[in-house]
């Protein structure tokens, strides 16, 4: 006579079902939220990290030294257009500064002369400028810098190039004949999670260029 009737004790069953179910939708959708911050908040790190690397660069793309030196048979032609876009291959090619491992060494005495060694060289009482080429190269879906992989899930890469002009104007390529007017390079980088946990991503960065090109 004390207890409860069937009705009550099915009533609070209920009741206890829908508060379950309740609750783990919102555990679910918590959870699914992480989940999506997560992949956006990775897909950004990978996004910073390969721009500011490709930024800085381009920004020393062409620094070679204090005093120009000539195109001779032992200065490749590249050196004439040290940045190079091929959207065929989806290469990006560019000679830069690197005192690691360098290809080239451009030896001056920042005053008259100055020459240019393949490899790592130095002269007693004159300035070595140590040069490297990079090639970052989009591919299936991931970028890679001589072959080894930086960055995945890469939907789409671009580049296209600030030209002066009234007014300036980017272009998808840089002909040969009018790589004096590049003054900016415009980097476009999609993102994509594979597990669909969030949207894809779009970031695009323009990098001016400091070094006036000089051979």
């Known amino acids: 006579m ?9 009533l609070a069953l209920a009741l ?10 919102l ?7 992480y989940l999506a911050q997560d992949a956006a908040m990775r897909m950004q790190e990978d ?9 800085q660069e381009i920004r020393m793309a062409g620094m ?25 291959r989806q290469t990006l090619s560019l000679i830069t500064a690197d005192a690691g491992n360098p290809d080239w060494t451009a030896v001056s005495d920042c005053q008259t002369a100055a020459k240019l060694y393949v490899g790592k060289v130095t002269r007693p009482e004159q300035v070595s ?19 080894q992989g930086l960055v995945q899930n890469v939907k789409a890469f671009s580049v296209s190039f600030g030209l002066a002009g009234t007014p300036m104007h ?6 040969a004949a009018r790589a004096a007017d590049l003054r900016s390079v415009r980097l476009s980088l999609t993102l994509t999670d594979p597990q669909q946990r969030t949207a894809d991503q ?11 090109w000089r051979t």
């Open 2 to 10: 004390k207890g409860f009737s069937l009705i009550e004790i099915m």
């Open 16 to 25: 206890g079902l829908i508060l379950s179910l309740g609750l783990t939708r």
């Open 27 to 33: 555990l679910l959708a918590t959870q699914s939220s």
């Open 47 to 55: 996004a910073r990290f390969l721009l500011q690397k490709l930024a």
């Open 64 to 88: 070679y030294g204090c005093t120009a030196f000539e195109v001779t048979a032992s200065v490749p032609e590249l050196f004439r257009q040290p940045l190079r876009w091929e959207p065929q």
């Open 129 to 147: 400028f140590y040069l490297r080429q990079l090639n970052y190269r989009f591919t299936g879906n991931e970028i890679q810098l001589e072959g």
């Open 170 to 175: 980017y272009s998808p390529e840089l002909p």
């Open 202 to 212: 779009t970031w695009h960065l323009a990098v001016a260029l400091r070094n006036g």
